[in-house]
């Protein structure tokens, strides 16, 4: 099947192309420290000579107890991005949790984001659908990789081709996900971009009673073995401090170890590429 290419500024999401990058941290927590934190990853992914997206969340609807931190105002965090986007030049993904946010996300978002327990909400993949943007869909814990086909189908509806599939693990018992590579393969088969979502993938969920837990030592390892299926990109939430963050800490990277962990994964994904080069031509590896 042909694969579509989501162009986003000067990001090209392809599976048969180089990876590109989705990261920052679980929340706003601050202004400032998000600002010192878009900035720093922008240096590190500049230096590597890779494509990035900056990842922005305002508001974690989901969260476990409703004493946690959720974010900040949704009108602050827009004025915020939008300026914050400009001085870096650098293109942002906003999740969105409500259709009636969808067009107000869309006016500084450059990919609108449907959160995993969302996926199934028809008005909001419509409302995201209908902005125009490209449309990063998460597939939900509870959801099989064969019934994106419908997902799809929705926003195909509006006329919105730009679709992004992304995997982060599937329900495994009470408390824990599991990844299952083969649906990797199988949304793939849509012909849509896939990204692989290594640092939710890899969540405990409400494992630490009032907060889910995780287990960031498996995210790279579980980057790698999706890497090496050639798809169109890696999602990661990182934290300068993990230990001290508002919301997923345990499974998000430290912000220093991002450039090594890209490193090795744009390694493997050229040694997939070539690989993926070679079946082409007929050879069987």
Not at 176 to 200: Q, S
Not at 257 to 273: F, G, H, S, T, W
Request: proline share 5%.
């Amino acid at each position: 099947m042909t694969q579509t290419t989501v162009r986003v500024k000067n990001a090209a999401f392809s599976n048969d192309a180089p990876l590109v990058y989705i990261a920052g941290p679980c929340v706003i927590e601050s202004l400032k420290s998000y600002a010192a934190e878009a900035v720093k990853l922008k240096e590190m992914f500049a230096g590597l000579g890779t494509a990035f997206v900056l990842k922005a969340s305002f508001d974690k609807a989901n969260r476990t107890s409703h004493s946690a931190f959720r974010g900040i105002p949704i009108e602050t965090a827009l004025d915020f991005l939008r300026d914050l986007k400009n001085r870096l030049d650098v293109p942002v993904l906003i999740d969105v949790h409500e259709p009636s946010q969808a067009a107000r996300v869309a006016e500084v978002a450059d990919i609108v984001q449907v959160p995993a327990f969302l996926c199934r909400q028809t008005d909001l993949i419509i409302a995201c659908a209908e902005t125009g943007r490209a449309v990063n869909v998460k597939k939900g814990q509870f959801l099989a990789p064969r019934d994106m086909g419908n997902i799809i189908a929705k926003i195909e509806s509006r006329g919105n081709r730009n679709i992004l599939l992304t995997e982060r693990g599937s329900c495994f018992g009470y408390g824990d996900l599991v990844v299952d590579m083969r649906g990797i393969e199988l949304m793939k088969g849509f012909g849509y971009p896939v990204i692989f979502d290594c640092t939710h993938s890899v969540q405990k969920p409400g494992a630490l009673g009032k907060a889910t837990g995780g287990d960031v030592k498996l995210a790279l390892p579980l980057a790698k073995a999706a890497a090496a299926l050639k798809i169109a990109g890696v999602f990661f939430e990182a934290h300068p401090n993990p230990a001290r963050a508002l919301s997923d800490g345990p499974n998000s990277l430290r912000l220093d170890a991002v450039p090594a962990a890209v490193n090795a994964l744009n390694q493997i994904d050229r040694l997939a590429m070539k690989l993926k080069k070679s079946e082409v031509k007929g050879l069987r590896v």
